[in-house]
């Protein structure tokens, strides 16, 4: 069963621009939830969603939203971007609790 | 509010020797926890889970983890340790309700040295 894939693996994005992270999950999943790694501040739950619809929200500015597509392939976008957004952007599934399995991540660089 | 802590930044053993990385956790209402590790530049591997049932749970390459519902905690273990296990373990926890919404410790760098 192929892993989770997250697409593109890098991106360099200016200050101000947007940004779209795609996520595809394992097959049969229907939890994606997306996840932030930075140094300073560790891994930070952004969303999830399940079934197309958002089921769990974190504690992060409007700037970050997401969507999820029949397929359960998922979305998520960071508009106006900051220098502070630079991270890893990590995506897991799940097929509905127990564990997650987490993708490779993006690694997101804002100049 | 859930919360994990994992109080050593970065655990040192010798190959062959027992290790533990420590976890305590603090929610409301039953716990599910978990144990990951990350290599660098990848993602994170899931290594074992507590829901429900034994305390001990035993998970992939040879780790197992101790769930001690009166101390909060949830170690992971390993007897004899490898020059490849090392890496960053990350303790998370979640609980019955709270979906797939994670609440990661800070993270542990285990080093095993020859």
Not at chain 1, 96 to 105: A, I, N, R, V, Y
Not at chain 2, 25 to 44: A, D, E, I, K, T
Not at chain 2, 89 to 107: D, I, M, Q, S
């Amino acid at each position: 069963k192929a892993g989770v894939t997250q697409t593109p693996r890098y991106l360099i994005k200016t200050r101000g621009q947007q940004v779209t992270l795609s996520c595809s999950p394992i097959s049969g999943h229907r939890s994606v939830s997306w996840y932030q790694q930075t140094p300073g501040q560790g891994l930070q739950f952004l969303f999830e969603y399940f079934s197309e619809t958002q089921r769990n929200k974190g504690n992060f500015p409007g700037r970050f939203s997401g969507r999820q597509f029949s397929n359960s392939r998922s979305e998520m976008n960071v508009s106006t971007l900051e220098l502070g957004d630079s991270a890893l952007y990590l995506c897991a599934s799940s097929f509905d609790g127990g564990e997650q399995f987490f993708g490779p991540g993006t690694r997101l660089t804002v100049l | 509010a859930q919360s994990v802590a994992q109080p050593e930044d970065q655990v040192n053993v010798a190959e062959g020797n027992p290790l533990t990385v420590k976890c305590t956790y603090s929610v409301s209402g039953n716990p599910y926890l978990f144990w990951y590790v990350q290599y660098p530049n990848r993602g994170l591997q899931f290594l074992l889970k507590y829901i429900t049932g034994d305390n001990l749970v035993k998970g992939s390459y040879g780790f197992e983890a101790e769930f001690n519902k009166s101390q909060t905690s949830f170690h992971l273990k390993k007897p004899s340790a490898l020059v490849s296990d090392s890496a960053l373990y990350f303790c998370a926890v979640t609980f019955t309700g709270g979906g797939n919404k994670l609440t990661f410790g800070t993270g542990t760098q285990l080093k095993v040295e020859l």
